[in-house]
Every structure is written in structure tokens, then in C-alpha cells.
């Protein structure tokens, strides 16, 4: 008796319910028929015999439903149990056909977890960045607001205290408006003194932030009322300079020369707007028209519960018509615009690298599909042999598309896995890569745990699309053909057809990628060898700060004291020279003028000082003068051209012969020169400053100052090196606005910075300079480039080998299908040269089709790319044929590997393999 | 009480069952036979009763089922035991004659108090 070999084919999952019941019927059937037997021997006659046997029996149907219900939990249970069965069978099966063929698995798993961490990197960046919600009460509803002038700044958030007067009074949209001013601070230690950032708020501002200290309390209305000198610090101060002191509710620290008490903590990751230190009370000037005017604060708005942002909008359109009305000369063409996020969410910098990378890693992604379709398409035309044997067994086409779906699902969790470790690696990578130092404190980078779930299930949709195309095509079997031919049914044609195509595809993608990288580091390049005009190397910026408003309270106040410092810091050894510089106030004498007039009391002229446009434009609106162009007006100390090393090519430098009193000089530089006169021979025109302004004599005629000038050309940004038009005066006869001094050092110019803030201390012991060398702040122009470039061509280069393995792959794989052909081709005579040309031709091919999408596709991204590009066309022709030659060549190498295989079969024997 | 009850009757029944089988395999009819004559008709009140107890035994594993021919040459399911049902047989068998023996012994006592 065989009992176990019998239940082994009842376990089988096609018995079910009625076969079952047949079972039991019978088995119950014979019980009886057995019973009735026994009783008729007995001496019962039929009738009686039948009775008793089923009195005998009982409940019939009783029993019959209980044996039915013991019956199905069995088969429940095996039916889990066969499909679990199958489940590690599939998987164990999958793991040896892995192990029978490592290099697809590696190979596979490789291009799968590279493809899935770098898209699921740049995703965790690019989330916090720009996704993440701020971590303010009612963010949602919380609005910023810019004033935009005709003229004047355009920044995120920019408003004047006339504006932010209106807009308390006159919005029913909102209920709360805020004002904050982002301000710098003195902080005063024993030993030294540092700068940090302050934002001075109103207050509204802690309601709508919403945010509880994580200790002590925030400012009330009445300290921030009276400027009562009290603080709150963030998380980072707190624990940077104060020790992460747990009694620091109390303590005292010195602001711009003021006592504050400490009376709240901030919760780390706060820092509004964007890196406060620390907050304290904002202080409304609005003593005079100057000041009600001008753009120095920030605003937030909060929506009243029901309110739009388009009533908003609605009622912001009044408040700027009535300010328009009220004060056209501030006013004129005024617009409110409301901004969606109450601080500025889109560094460029993030959001730009963000999305470039992003864009490149999805490329790279869609080469490694590919490229996996490829594998796929191969192996399954490898393993027909195999599908085939297992088909003729018995096996149905399901079960065989469940063997391959569990085989690339084992491969998608594996290289998910995989590409979450390896990705947490990469955010790391990339943060070392992004000044994050600069970030605003709300952007705190980590692998995100959505975006992690995000790509494991991307990946095992990606690998079981990707698998269940072969799958499809693999289980369509011609059985008798595939398992005559010993595998080849004729299917691997249509594989193999499907994966040249693949091979377009791939080239395209990595040579549009190539392209667009080459594109833009030769942009980097441009932009690091820039000829600025003047000496870059061995230069510190000193720029002060002139917090003491009591001792600075003017132009003039701030030049004269930088005119001292810069003769200090000259006497000093190590130091070849300092320049002065500042954006033009009013000339000295005016200045003067101006002080008297206010001491009779002439509001007129009062008000004029300090706050005269400076933008550039064009000052004289005479006929004769239609060709200004924009220009920067400079007040620059007579030093200032050698220390720069910016050449004087006609005419003398300032002197002190260029003093108060002495008439209006000026320094052109070239290109302003030939843009008023059509010549760099300017010395001795002169020039009206100003409609009613003052005339000023040329004297020298200078080199340009040369930078990356960002314009637009046909609705496409773009980006060109070129002069900046500047006029320059003498800081003897005008006062800058907030003037700042450049030093050039013998040696190294950093070794100077210790040197320049004693300097610094011995003229005012409370002002703080900052100071960074020319280099370092040139060298942040390119930086986006340098990222981008290096990023995009760090992808571009994996797309190319991955392009070429592809290519490798099938052409390999198509010699293999190709042995028979090839050997009937050469027994009848075909030589070897013509078999590679064969080979190569037909690879080629499909190579030149990519190389035609790859152009195509090139001048798409090299479009989007476009404000990147610095001195390069889009179109560049050099970096096209370039990108264009390296991808033939090398993909001719990739076809003629596999030819020169081909041409080294020996037709004898690749014909008896048959 | 009634589960107490039905429980020792379902575990008596089966422990008879598995007992009958261990003479080889046997079907229903021939189970209720000797458990009839082994028990002098006395245990099994319902012949009928027996299938659901040997299914159950069957999805426990302690018996396994196959379709043979019987002595009358007709189809017929039979029973045999598995290592583990008569492993089963091994280790309640005798809880049972302790159990029986102590229930006879109680019933046969005539004091009040038991020594």
C-alpha cells in the first residue's frame, strides 16, 4: 500500500468541496449498504434491513455535515499551506537561478540600487526643502507680504512702516499683521565680540508664530512696547554660546551695547524668518517721511478664519491705491504682492540643485530600467529551454509567471534595502556638498521614511513591470519548437530585437545627459576664469557694520570713520594697500548745505539726505544723454584703483587735489565711457549728475570691472560675462553709504583678519567687521555650476556606462543567437571582415539611432538648462561634436568586442552545435 | 458539565477508534464492528457518530485515509494510523485505565469516608 504517495495527490489544491461531498457520500453510502448486508444475513428481509441500518446509523445528514465541516477546515488549511509551500519553493528556486547566473544578479541589483538611492537622495533633499511644512502654528493660513515700488528692493518680504501702518488698519482678510525687521547684533563676550543675527519683532509676531518655548516664555506686548531689554534665543544660540545652560532664563547678554535679560528658549529648528538668533523688540521709527518710507521691514499676515487669499488680495489692491494716492512720489505704481509661504521656501540654491539632480537621477533610473529590461529580455530568452521543460511537466503559465514575479520582487526588495542604507549614505554626501551653514534653520535633512517607502515600492513596481514583459513573452511558448531547438524557439529574435531598441533608448538618455553636464561645467569653467578686470588674489573685504546708529548716523559719519580706519589698517605691516568703496550718498558739500538748511529748519532738504535712489539708471534725462546705460555710481578713495588693480587707461587717478571745494571730478569706466561717447578718449567731457544735478569733469578713463551679468533673451534667462558701467567719485568730495574697504596683503590675506579687528577695536570697541577674502566671494559665483555641473556629470558618466554595458550586453547576446547564421555565412565563403561588418553595422545602427535621439533630446535639457550657462551656447557646437564623438567611439567599441567574437567562430563547429 | 461530558465521550470514542486501527488499516464499517463487539455494543449509541470522529482524527494527522477494495471487492475509504496516532494510543491509553479504575473504585465504595 502506498498510503503516502495517495494523500500526497489529495493534498493537491484541484480537490475541492465537491469532490469532497462525492468522497463522503460514497463512504457513507458503503457504510450502509454494509450494514443492511449484515442485517438481511441476519435473517431481516430488504425492506426491514434497509430500515434498521439507518436507524442503526442515526442522523444521517447531522453526520454528513459534520464530516463536510472537518472536511473543509482541512482543506483550508492545505490550501494555505500549498501556496506558502510554493512561496519558499519560488524563492528558494529564485535564489539558485540567481546563484546559476551571478553576473545577472549583481549586475541587476547593482544598476537597481544605484537607481533607487539616488533618486530616493536627491527626494530627501529636495522634500525638506521645499515639501516639508514650517514648523509655525498656522503656517498654512500665514501669508508674507512685499511691497513692490517702481523702484526699490525686491526681495521676499519687504515692506515700509507707512505700508504696515495701512495694512493693520485697513484688512479685514487678515487679523493679525506682523512686522519684523531682520537685523544684525553686536553680541558682546569678556574676551571677544561676534555678530549675530536678530530679527526685531512687533507684537503680533509670537502669536502668529504660534510656536511654545521650550523654555521660560516668549516677549509680552507690554516689553515689546516699551522696548523693555529682554530677549528670547534660539535652540542653536542657547547651545552654541550659552553652554546649553539649563538656568539661562535670567541671564544677561549684551546686544549692540545693551543689557538684555534672557527670557525664553526657543525649540530648535525655529529661527524666523530665517536664522535668528535671537528676537527682540522691534522699534517703529517714524519720525520722519525717510523713515515711515523706507523698505526695512519684513511683514506677515495672518487670514482671518474664513478669509481667501484672493479677498486678501482684493483688499490689498485698495490699501495700495489709497497709499499711491496719498504719497505718489513713495507710492507711484505701488503693488502688494502676498506670497504663499510667510518666509522665503525656495532657496535657489536647494531647489535648483534639487530639481537638476533629481531630473538627472530619474534619467539615470530610466537607463537602469532599460537596461534591466534588457537583462530581463535576455535571460528570459536564455531560460525558454528551461520554461519550456518546466511548461511540459505540467506546470501551468501562471505558476511559471508567479516563478518569475517572485524571482524580481526578491530583487526589488534586495536592492531596496540596499538603496535605503546606501541613500542615507548619499544625504550625508550631499549635505557635505551644500553650504548648509547658509540654510535657514527650518530646513533639517535626514532620510525621510515616506520617501524611503516611497522608493522600495518603486522598486518593486519598476523590477516587476520590467520582469512580467519578458514574462509575458517567455511563457508564450511554442513547446514542441523551443524544446527541439534546445531553447531558441525563435522568441529570443523578438528579445533580442526589443533590447536593440533598449540600446537607443539608453544612449539617448546618457548622452543628452553627457551633453547638458559638459554644458554646464564649461560654464564653471567660464566662470572661474573669469577676467574680472581687476587682480582677484590677495584681497580682504573689510566690511563694518555701523551698528551704533548714535555714532553713525549718516553717510558722512560712516565714510569719515572708515577713512580713519583704512589709514590705520595701511600703517600696518603685511599690508600693500587699502581701497575705500560705497555705493555714492551726496557730495560732501551738499551734505553740508543740507545741515545748515535743516538747522533753519527746511524740511525739503532734510529729508533728501541719505535716502536719494541709488539703483542704477539713468540720473540725466537730457536728449543728450539718452545713452546712459544703467551704471553703478561709486565713491571710491584714491587708493582704491591700485589696490584693485584696476588699470587707469587716460587721465589721472583722484588726488588730493579733489577736495571739498574744488570742482566735481569723476572716473569712467570704459565701457560707460564709450557707451556716452563712443570712445574710451572721455577726459575732460563732463557729465550732469542728476536732472538739476551737479557737473562733474572726467579725469581718468579706467578699466572695467567685469561679472556674470543675468538678463533675459526671448523669455529665456540667460547668463553673460560682461563690464559693469561704473562712474566713480572721490570719497574727498562724496560720502558713501555704508562704505567698505578692500586690503591688499603681501601674503596670505586671511592672516590679516586679527590684525584688521584690533585695528578695528582700537577706533570703536564695540563695532564688529566682517571680512572674507575676494577669492572666497568670487569663488561663490560659480558654486552652482561647480554643484550642478559635477552632480549632473557624475550621473551623465554612470548613464554612459550603464549605456555601454547595455549596448555590450545585446550585441553579445545577439551574436549568440546569431552562432548558426554566422557559421553558414563563413562555410559558404563569407569572409571574417565581413561577418564584423555584419556585427558592427547592424549594432551601429541602432547606436545611430540613439546618438540621434541623444541630440535631440540634449537640446531640450541644454534649454532648461539655460540660466545655468555662462559664455556657452545651448547649442554649442564643440561640446555636441565632442559628446557626439566620445558616444560613437565608444559605442563602436561596445558593438566591435562582441563582432571580433563573431568573426573567430568556427562555422564546423557552431554548425554541428545545432 | 455537558462540555466535561462530551468531551470525555469524544476522547473515549477516539481512543477506541485508534485502538481498532491498530490491527491495520480498517474502513468505517469495520471500525463500528469491532468497536461493537470489542465494547458489547455498549459505547457506540449511533454508528453514524464514529465518521465525524474519524475525519477529526484524520485532519489531526493521527490517522491517514486511502481509497481501497474491500473483502466484498466494492470501494471503500480505509483508516491506518500514523506514528503519531499511535504514539497518541501509547500515552492516553493508560491515563484512561487510571481514570476507569478510579471512577469502578469509587462506585464500588461502600463507606463513607474512604480510607
Known sequence: ???????????????????????????????????????????????????????????????RAACMEEGQAELRRERLASIVDATVGDLRFAVRSFRRAPGFAIVALAILTLGIAGVTTVFSVINTGVYRPLPYRDAARTVALSEERVHGFFGYSVASLAMIRQLRAAVPAFDRVAAYRDDRATLEA????????????????????????????????????????????????????????????????????????????????????????????LVERADSAAALTSLEYGVI?????????????????????????????????????????????????????????????????????????????????????????????????????????????????????????????????????????????????????????????????????????????????????????????????????????????????????????????????????????????????????????????????????????????????????????????????????????????????????????????????????????????????????????????????????????APYVTVVSSSLARALFHSDDAVGKTLRLGRRGAMVTIVAVCGDERQLWEGSSGGTRISTVGPIPTLYVSDLQAAAYYPTLVVRSAGDPAQLEGDVRAVARTLDPHETVGMRTLRDETGVEGLLQKLIGGVLGFFALGALVLAMIGTYGVIAYGVVLRRREIGVRMALGGSARDVLALIVGQGMRYSAAGLALGLALAAGLARALQFLLVGVSPFAPAVYGGVLFVFAAVSLAACWLPARRAMRIDPAIALRAE | MIEAELHILRESLDLLILKALTWGPKHGYAVAEWIEQATGTVLLVDEGTLYPALHRLARRKLVETEWGVSDNNRRAKYYQLTAAGRARLRSHAPAWHQYAEAIARALRTTSSSPA
Open chain 1, 301 to 661: 499676515a495672518h487670514l482671518r478664519k474664513g478669509a481667501s487669499k484672493d479677498e486678501a488680495r482684493g483688499e490689498l489692491k485698495t490699501v495700495a491705491a489709497r497709499l499711491a494716492a496719498s504719497d505718489p512720489a513713495h507710492f507711484r505704481g505701488l503693488r502688494i504682492d502676498v506670497r504663499d509661504d510667510m518666509v522665503n521656501r525656495n532657496p535657489p540654491a536647494v531647489l535648483l540643485f534639487g530639481g537638476l539632480v533629481l531630473g538627472a537621477a530619474l534619467l539615470v533610473l530610466l537607463v537602469a530600467c532599460t537596461n534591466i529590461a534588457n537583462l530581463y529580455l535576455v535571460r528570459a530568452a536564455d531560460r525558454r529551454g528551461e520554461m519550456a521543460v518546466r511548461a511540459a511537466m505540467g506546470a501551468s503559465r501562471a505558476r511559471l509567471v508567479r516563478q518569475i514575479v517572485t524571482e524580481s520582487l526578491l530583487l526589488g526588495i534586495v536592492a531596496g534595502a540596499l538603496g535605503a542604507v546606501l541613500s542615507s549614505w548619499g544625504v550625508q554626501l550631499v549635505l557635505a556638498f551644500l553650504p548648509t551653514n547658509n540654510f535657514p534653520t527650518w530646513l533639517r535633512f535626514g532620510l525621510d521614511v515616506r520617501v524611503l517607502g516611497f522608493a522600495t515600492l518603486m522598486s518593486l513596481v519598476a523590477t516587476t513591470a520590467f520582469a512580467l514583459l519578458p514574462a509575458r513573452e517567455g511563457t508564450r511558448l511554442d513547446l514542441v519548437t523551443s524544446l527541439k531547438t534546445g531553447g531558441d524557439g525563435g522568441g529570443g529574435r523578438t528579445a533580442h530585437a526589443q533590447g536593440r531598441r533598449g540600446i537607443a533608448a539608453q544612449i539617448g538618455l546618457a548622452m543628452a545627459l553627457c551633453i547638458g553636464a559638459a554644458l554646464v561645467w564649461q560654464s564653471y569653467r567660464t566662470i572661474t576664469h573669469l577676467d574680472r578686470g581687476l587682480d582677484v588674489e590677495r584681497v580682504l573685504n573689510v566690511n563694518p557694520t555701523y551698528h551704533d546708529e548714535a555714532r553713525y548716523p549718516d553717510a558722512l559719519a560712516r565714510t569719515r570713520w572708515a577713512q580713519s580706519l583704512a589709514e590705520r589698517i595701511a600703517a600696518r605691516p603685511g599690508v600693500e594697500g587699502v581701497g575705500l568703496r560705497g555705493v555714492k550718498a551726496n557730495w560732501l558739500d551738499s551734505i553740508v548745505a543740507q545741515r545748515r538748511a535743516s538747522a533753519s529748519k527746511d524740511p525739503r532738504l532734510g529729508q533728501r539726505d541719505d535716502n536719494l535712489p541709488f539703483l542704477p539708471g539713468a540720473y540725466d534725462r537730457s536728449p543728450a544723454a539718452a545713452l546712459w546705460p544703467p551704471f553703478r555710481q561709486w565713491v571710491v578713495s584714491p587708493a582704491y584703483f591700485r589696490t584693485m588693480g584696476i588699470p587707469i587707461l587716460r587721465g589721472r587717478s583722484f588726488d588730493s587735489r579733489d577736495a571739498v571745494g
Open chain 1, 1 to 63: 500500500m502506498t498510503i503516502r504517495g495517495i494523500t500526497r495527490v489529495f493534498r493537491l489544491p484541484r480537490f475541492g468541496r465537491h469532490e469532497l461531498e462525492q468522497e463522503l457520500d460514497d463512504e457513507l453510502a458503503y457504510h450502509l449498504a454494509r450494514r443492511e448486508e449484515a442485517l438481511r444475513a441476519g435473517g431481516l428481509d430488504p425492506e426491514s434491513a434497509h430500515a434498521e441500518a439507518r436507524r442503526r446509523f442515526g442522523d444521517v445528514e447531522g453526520v
Open chain 1, 190 to 281: 569678556e574676551d571677544a565680540t561676534d555678530e549675530l543675527p536678530v530679527t526685531d519683532v512687533d507684537s503680533s509676531m509670537f502669536p502668529i508664530l504660534g510656536v511654545a518655548p521650550e523654555r521660560g516664555r516668549v516677549l509680552s506686548a507690554d516689553e515689546i512696547g516699551t522696548n523693555a531689554p529682554v530677549v528670547v534665543v534660539s535652540d542653536a544660540f542657547w547651545r552654541t554660546k550659552l553652554g546649553a545652560d539649563a538656568r539661562v532664563l535670567g541671564r544677561r547678554i549684551t546686544l549692540d551695547g545693551r543689557q538684555r535679560t534672557i527670557v525664553g528658549v526657543m525649540p530648535p529648528g525655529i529661527g524666523f524668518p530665517e536664522r535668528a538668533g535671537a528676537w527682540v523688540p
